[in-house]
């Protein structure tokens, strides 16, 4: 397993599980890179219907899943609620989220389940009813859309915990390419010599498209995270965002983006997002953009005017050239398989990624189609 | 040297000196609790980076004990 980010651990745990002996090797460690900079999120609200809600939807219920098996990571089923400015914002979140209800999972469609059903929950919050829902937000609000499957874990302890509870052995070094016989990969070569596998998984996240042997179109998209101060009683209880959210992440612009993001931390902290850059691997402070970010929240949330904000990072989003994610199978070389790729959504999507990659690397058949992820598919 | 108070207490501090300096220098070294543990707090980092000492100066909650100047007449409190 390249990589011990949140995909690496819980492919390490699900591998594990499948009897699988796993090896993990990272050379910054657990949660070193994309994992140990994001908030957490293990969203539905904001995916359109396809392939990538269908995984969220599936990863959703394996998350409550792990919080019963192994647990320890500050499981948070608080729910979600996605608010709209003006009424035509909040017709667009009403019809988008009507599309959401309708999409029903493949796998209960093939069961013959009727529309709505294991699939996403949403409501409608009227203006008059957002103060129950959340009651610092500001005054003004069209109204919002609730949706009580969007949870949170801390992603660095979940990463953690998953790998503790794997037993897989971890390996603190650099991957420096794939060894290969043929056409098929045998194992890696690491800063700490060579270790041979009968599989090897890329879970490498924004680094995982640049072996040469087997390079992916995955490029970094940057993001930065305002954290404030703990409060006793934190002032936010839902993942709070606005509906430019939504098409900020689903956007292809190469400029800055970003879109008021609020929610608390069980450590009592306020944690303040979103921006999209593409700008590289550089992951500098930039502090118009954080200025922007907190402007955005105190527009939100206007009790965090007088909050202080105690840290400021940038995280690198793995993205690929469709935002999808790249689990399965190379199509060059054998006994590769790639589990990367999951821009701002890996925590969401571990899971569901690692149930499908057992499956691949065992010979099962993964309860959610993989054919849309397929690294193949760039070729 | 002037004067500021720690939950009633009167604490010698030098002018320009910070009030997690001063308490320090009074022998009191905690004055806050986390919030789960219940385990004692201060001063850890004492350069305004990890929130640690925080304490209520004047009502104004919040505040970091290290990089808040002391000042004449000052209530402070956890």
């Given at each position: 397993m390249v990589g011990a980010g949140i995909v690496g651990a819980s492919c390490a745990y699900a591998l594990t599980r499948a009897g699988v002996r796993v090896t993990v090797v990272d050379?910054?460690?657990?949660?070193?890179?994309t994992t140990g900079a994001g908030e957490g999120n293990i969203l539905v609200s904001d995916k359109e219907p396809g392939p990538e809600l269908e995984l969220a939807l599936r990863s959703n219920d394996l998350w409550r899943n792990l919080d019963e098996e192994c647990g320890g990571f500050e499981w948070d089923p608080k729910g979600g609620l996605v608010v709209a400015e003006t009424p035509e914002v909040l017709d667009a979140l009403t019809t988008f989220a009507e599309t959401q209800r309708r999409h029903v999972p493949a796998a209960d469609a093939d069961a013959g389940a009727p529309p709505g059903a294991a699939g996403v929950v949403a409501s409608l919050v009227p203006a008059a009813d957002l103060r129950e829902f959340e009651p610092h937000l500001a005054e003004g609000l069209a109204g919002g859309i609730h949706y009580p499957q969007d949870a949170q874990v801390q992603p660095m302890l979940a990463a953690a915990r998953l790998l503790r509870a794997s037993g897989a052995r971890l390996v603190r070094t650099a991957v420096e390419r794939f060894l290969v016989s043929g056409d098929h990969v045998t194992g890696v070569r690491t800063g700490q010599g060579d270790l041979y596998a009968d599989a090897v998984v890329n879970a490498a996240g924004t680094w995982a498209g640049s072996f040469p042997q087997a390079p992916l179109p995955i490029r970094p998209r940057k993001g930065f995270i305002l954290v404030t101060q703990p409060f006793a009683v934190p002032p936010v209880r839902h993942k709070v965002y606005t509906a430019a959210y939504v098409t900020n992440v689903a956007s292809d612009a190469e400029g800055l983006e970003t879109s008021g993001v609020i929610e608390s931390t069980q450590a009592g902290t306020v944690l303040i997002g979103a921006s999209r850059q593409r700008v590289g691997y550089d992951t500098a402070i930039d502090y118009t953009v954080l200025a922007k970010l907190a402007k955005q929240a105190v527009g939100l949330f206007?009790?965090?005017?007088?909050a202080q904000v105690m840290r400021a990072y940038a995280g690198l989003r793995p993205y690929s050239p469709d935002h999808l994610p790249v689990i399965g199978p190379d199509h060059r070389l054998g006994g590769l398989f790639h589990a990367c790729g999951?821009?701002?959504?890996g925590i969401g999507l571990a899971p569901a990624t690692a149930e499908m990659v057992t499956a691949q690397v065992t010979g099962g058949r993964p309860p959610v189609d993989p054919a849309p992820f397929a690294p193949g598919r760039f070729a | 040297m002037i004067e500021f108070r720690f939950e009633g207490r009167a604490i010698a501090a030098e002018e320009g000196q910070s009030i997690g300096a001063a308490l320090h220098a009074a022998g009191?070294?905690?004055?806050r609790t986390t919030r789960f543990g219940g385990r004692p707090r201060g001063?850890?980092?004492?350069?305004?980076?990890?929130?640690?000492?925080l304490l209520t100066v004047n009502g104004a909650p919040d505040q970091r004990a290290c990089q808040t100047v002391a000042r004449a007449g000052d209530e402070v409190g956890p």
């Open positions: 050379r910054g460690g657990v949660a070193s890179g206007p009790v965090l005017r007088t999951h821009e701002g959504a | 009191i070294r905690s004055w001063l850890f980092c004492a350069i305004g980076a990890c929130f640690d000492c």
